[in-house]
Nanobody
Framework: QVQPVESGGGLVQPGGSLRLSCAAP????????MGWYRQAPGDRREWVAA???????MYADSVKGRFTISRDNDKGMVFLEMNDLKPEDTAVYYC????????????????WGQGTQVTVSS
């Protein structure tokens, strides 16, 4: 898998929406689980959402019901639709490839994008 490349971040008001995109084409893309992590200043990087190669998705409790992860295996793309954004969603968002699910939790994979900034502020 190639290094993911994110796009779509920006500044949005509370309650607004953004759609992040991640391009990660490669021969294993349709097999690998893909996910999104985020890191706010001074905080540890945290898992946000993941989607398996067959489209099963899971979310952190903090974003459940507001964020939707999806993928297009033909194009090697992953998306994160973010609605009802809150100031606490402000962070650098990273696309991650090759996640593993074990013992009830996701572990990050070896492929990281450079990150895209999302700022939620009025």
């Amino acid at each position: 898998q190639v290094q993911p490349v994110e796009s779509g971040g920006g500044l949005v008001q509370p309650g607004g929406s953004l759609r992040l995109s991640c391009a990660a084409p490669g021969p294993r893309f349709h097999i690998d689980s893909m996910g999104w992590y985020r890191q706010a200043p001074g905080d540890r990087r945290e898992w946000v959402a993941a989607i398996t190669g067959v489209g099963i998705s899971m979310y952190a409790d903090s974003v459940k019901g507001r964020f939707t992860i999806s993928r297009d295996n033909d194009k090697g793309m992953v998306f994160l639709e973010m609605n009802d954004l809150k100031p606490e969603d402000t962070a650098v968002y990273y696309c991650n490839g090759g996640l593993l699910f074990s013992a009830g939790r996701w572990t990050s994979g070896p492929y990281w994008g450079q990150g895209t900034q999302v700022t939620v502020s009025s």
